[in-house]
């Protein structure tokens, strides 16, 4: 069986990754399992400069899932180059980094850095706050995802993935800012905005009020999103929202996505990314598919 797909044009030996922000820099789950067995990683968040992160509390569980507030607490790209870069090369798996920024300039300025970095590519965040735009998101207009995206572009060199936010009208028409900007690839469904609110203080669990919404509760939102916008580009998708198991994953390479990353998952089960591996291979045997790119985009609508 060739289990081998081409995200963006990343190699990779297999379709699964692990979601930024939930596998950190890989150390922790490097001690339960050899991260060599995955496609690839997609690193934490990772700025130009050092970022705390929001006050606590941080994260609160919810029904199928959890509200995440965390800020983007990160030590910074020199601290990653110097760090926790030697650490993941010792892996023979596929390196994106996560990159997050407040204004075009400081996505610029960072992915030029990365434009130097031995990594395989970069997953740009447009969810992060855009300052000098009243703290909007750069993800929640064509012309923002354009804007940010183009410029980037010009200073990458290296694959470059765009990872959209869910909370949106038309995904779609995002999606296609992001290819007419030039980018290799897509990604999503980044968390949806929720909240949760403590009955007892009468008030919300999280110090921000608000947060990012993850697990199998978000899946069939995810699986929707990923169907559009694979119907709406030519560029591949990686797909994630929910991802916990092989069939999980199948489900979301059937709506269109060439590879995809499990995040909260990981928070359930520490091997949650290593059994999705062989579960997709075990889907492969039990239906006689010999290559895993013949299940992107198959499935039959009613």
């Known amino acids: 069986m060739n289990t081998n797909i081409n995200l963006a044009g990343i190699k990779m030996k297999n379709p699964v990754t692990v979601a930024s922000g939930t596998f950190g820099y890989g150390r922790e789950f490097s001690q339960f399992f050899d991260l060599s067995k995955l496609g690839g990683i997609i690193t934490k968040g990772t700025s130009l400069n050092p970022k705390s992160g929001n ?12 509200l ?19 650490f ?27 434009n130097t970095l031995d990594i395989d590519g970069v997953e740009l965040n ?19 995802v354009k804007a940010v995206t183009s410029q980037v572009r010009k200073v990458l060199d290296k694959p470059l993935i765009v990872k959209l936010t869910p909370n949106v009208t038309d995904i779609a ?26 009955i007892n203080k009468r008030k ?19 699986v929707r999103m990923v169907y559009q916008v694979s119907q709406a580009v030519n560029i591949p998708v990686l797909g994630m929202g929910g991802i916990v198991t092989g069939d999980d994953a ?13 995040g909260a998952g990981n928070f359930i089960d520490p091997y949650a990314s290593v059994k999705t591996v062989e579960e997709i291979e075990n889907y492969m045997k039990k239906y006689n598919v010999n290559d895993v790119n013949d299940i992107i985009g198959k499935v039959e609508m009613n």
């Open 55 to 66: 006050r606590p509390s941080r994260v609160c569980e919810t029904a199928s899932g959890m």
């Open 68 to 86: 995440n507030s965390i800020g983007l607490q990160n030590p910074g790209v020199e601290y990653f180059a110097q760090n926790d870069l030697p």
């Open 88 to 114: 993941l090369k010792k892996f023979d798996t596929a390196i994106i980094v996560n990159a997050c920024g407040s204004s075009i300039d400081e996505y610029v300025e960072l992915c030029k850095i990365l």
């Open 126 to 144: 447009l969810s992060c706050p855009n300052v000098k735009e009243g703290c909007m998101a750069f993800g929640n207009t064509y012309e923002g």
């Open 173 to 198: 028409s995002i999606a296609k800012a992001v290819e007419d900007a030039g980018a290799d690839g897509v990604s999503l469904i980044n968390t949806l905005l929720g909240m949760k609110i403590d």
């Open 204 to 222: 919300p669990a999280l110090a921000n009020n608000t947060g990012g919404l993850s697990g199998p509760a978000i899946k069939p939102v995810a």
């Open 250 to 262: 199948i489900e979301f390479m059937l709506a269109g996505a060439t590879a995809i990353s499990i």
